[in-house]
């Protein structure tokens, strides 16, 4: 129904950037609450950032000065813009979409986003 494809990840040096995007498509884009996520190998997949349809935006406390959300609606997109990075931010980032939730309901658990992409591979090396 609705697919959602993460680009943009790769291997970067501490302190460097990089922007990821999340295409989504057979859906209203602009009806969905979006977030990002990122899970390493052992440990629980962690929330990083949302954005409501509205435009709201709301951040985890360990990226909220580094990280930033964005979203086009004509492109059915949200982006992840990632700066000042460290090793410890190695992980699988995960894009995902909330189609139900209140919009003034501000989501962090896995649990309450519907629609997931495959995630995309993010390493920073000191």
């Known amino acids: 129904q609705v697919q959602l494809v993460e680009s943009g990840g790769g291997l970067v040096l501490a302190g460097g950037s990089l922007r990821l995007s999340c295409a989504a498509s057979g859906g209203t884009f602009s009806s969905y609450g979006m977030a990002w996520f990122r899970q390493v190998p052992g440990k629980v997949r962690e929330f990083l950032v949302g954005?409501?349809?509205?435009?709201?935006?709301y951040y985890a406390d360990s990226v909220k000065s580094r990280f930033t959300i964005s979203r086009d609606n004509a492109k059915n997109t949200v982006y992840l813009q990632m700066n000042s990075l460290r090793p410890g931010d190695t992980a699988v980032y995960y894009c995902?979409?909330?189609?139900?939730?209140?919009?003034?309901?501000?989501?962090?658990?896995?649990?309450?986003?519907?629609?997931w992409g495959q995630g995309t591979q993010v390493t920073v090396s000191a």
């Open positions: 954005i409501r349809r509205s435009r709201i935006t």
């Open positions: 995902a979409a909330d189609s139900h939730l209140s919009d003034n309901y501000l989501p962090r658990g896995r649990a309450e986003y519907d629609y």
